[in-house]
């Protein structure tokens, strides 16, 4: 069983350093957040927890407080199933105790697990899209690409948040399944395709299978599939148009206004 605590003390903060840098081997001097930085947003009020099976620490996760009554999870990494979700849902309890309504995180809109998971599994919903908002990342899961981001704002009381978090079942029916789908963009043998959509009101937006084996194994279609999600999902929610769901594990659902 994942028990998930705050973490205060350096030793404590040293484990969750070594952990990320076991996930995302980045290079010298280029974490996402320092241990001193952990310290100092855990002594401010900040968010810090790790997740531990045991004395194993499996996970961890630093936010820290936003405009707008938000909680911002900056990073969140995992190395066991189920911590990740068990983070988030201590996040969720934490920010209700201090009144917040609401926590957010960007993610890599091409991996389609995280897609899944943050949309379909938690209910957050992409409220912005935000191209290389990191800039160019050279650790090993994103080898070298441009850090095309989803902000995600998570509604906490929202009924098809809380009952997921009290894993009660919710009813939440799979967007992409009404007919009048239309594939904006589509994978076809490995590759982006775009279409027209014409005057459809609900359109699908495809991402790649396993875009960090692409990146290893054919950059130039790992960087065709970033460019492609970036002119058509990016540019739908640039143009006001809302994203509803995350459809068959595949395909960003968009309902356009």
């Not at 279409?195 to 065709?224: F, I, N, Q």
């Amino acid at each position: 069983m994942i028990e998930v605590r705050e973490l205060r003390e350096m030793v404590e903060l040293e484990r969750v350093d070594a952990l990320f840098d076991d996930i995302w081997h980045f290079g010298p001097g280029a974490p996402p957040i320092t241990i001193e930085l952990m310290r100092a947003l855990s002594h401010a009020g900040g968010y810090v927890a790790g997740a531990f099976d045991g004395d194993v620490l499996v996970g961890g996760s630093v936010g820290f407080l936003a405009a707008d009554r938000t909680l911002h999870s900056h990073v969140t990494g995992a190395t066991r199933r189920g911590a990740g979700l068990d983070l988030k849902l201590h996040q969720r309890r934490w920010a209700l105790e201090r009144g917040l309504e609401r926590v957010t995180w960007t993610y890599d809109p091409l991996v389609r697990r995280n897609a899944h998971f943050n949309l379909a599994k938690l209910g957050a919903r992409p409220v912005e899209y935000l191209p290389c908002f990191y800039g160019i990342l050279d650790d090993a899961i994103n080898q070298g690409d441009e850090s095309d981001r989803l902000l995600a704002s998570w509604p906490l009381t929202a009924p098809h948040v809380e009952a997921p978090a009290r894993r009660e079942p919710y009813d939440l029916p799979d967007p992409g399944d009404a007919g009048d789908a239309v594939v904006a963009l589509a994978d076809e043998g490995g590759r982006p395709v775009a279409a027209p959509v014409g005057d459809a009101r609900r359109v699908l937006v495809a991402v790649p299978g396993d875009v960090e084996g692409l990146r290893r194994s054919d950059p130039g279609a790992a960087k065709a599939w970033r460019h492609a999600v970036r002119d058509v999902l990016g540019g739908l929610m640039a143009e006001g148009h809302a994203v509803t769901g995350f459809s068959g594990k595949r395909y960003y659902v968009v309902e356009r206004a």
